[in-house]
């Protein structure tokens, strides 16, 4: 019982650790669709489930020796972020909040992108641990996935962050994508890859 807590624990703070910043971009996500109705709050909820359910298969995958993930180039998810950061502020009307997405597809590949460099992190976890290990980390993960999307939704409810992001948010929420994206590619190492394969 002790251990099973102890994997409990040490499930949240892998969790925590490597997902913080998802609450920044899901409570844009639950912004957007009290203000615009897009995306739906189950697309969100289900985009994200999916997109971290991604993330732990392919890092379960890798661990299992089945499959080589070429790193930096993981790195190259970030142009995702940065291309819907653009495609807002292009569609963006000047005085409402874009919707950066619009369903669960889309949630869900921004959730992969941010959390590609999560795989880093999962891949030796899943390595050192044994079977009733990795359902404990998955059941912890189903529940923190559900808090996580508790808590951003309550944010994007508050008053403060609502006025904030309505005020300043047809530039606001590109700015936050694109900047995300840029430190995916930067913090890969991916740039610097292209440069050394080019020089």
Known sequence: MIDLLGTAAGAAVVFAATDVDDIVILTLFFVAARTTGRPRTGQI??????????L??????????????PDPWTGLL?????????????????????????????????????????VAVYVPVFRALGPADSAVFLLVF?????LWCAAAAWLGGHPRVTRLVQ???????????????????VGSGVVGHLLDLLG
């Not at 732990?56 to 993930?69: D, E, K, R």
Request: glycine residues 14%; aromatic residues 2%; negative net charge.
């Open 45 to 54: 909820v289900a985009g994200q489930y999916l997109g971290i359910g991604a």
């Open 56 to 69: 732990v298969l392919a890092s379960a995958v890798v661990a299992a020796g089945l499959l080589v993930v």
């Open 78 to 118: 970030g142009l995702l972020p940065i291309a819907l950061g653009i495609r807002a502020s292009r569609d963006s009307d000047g005085d409402e909040t874009p919707a950066v997405v619009t369903g669960t597809l889309g949630v869900a590949g921004v959730t992969i992108a941010n959390g590609a460099d999560n």
């Open 142 to 146: 189903v529940v923190l996935i559900a």
């Open 167 to 185: 005020r300043a948010g047809h530039r606001l929420v590109p700015a936050i994508f694109i900047a995300i994206g840029m430190v995916i590619l």
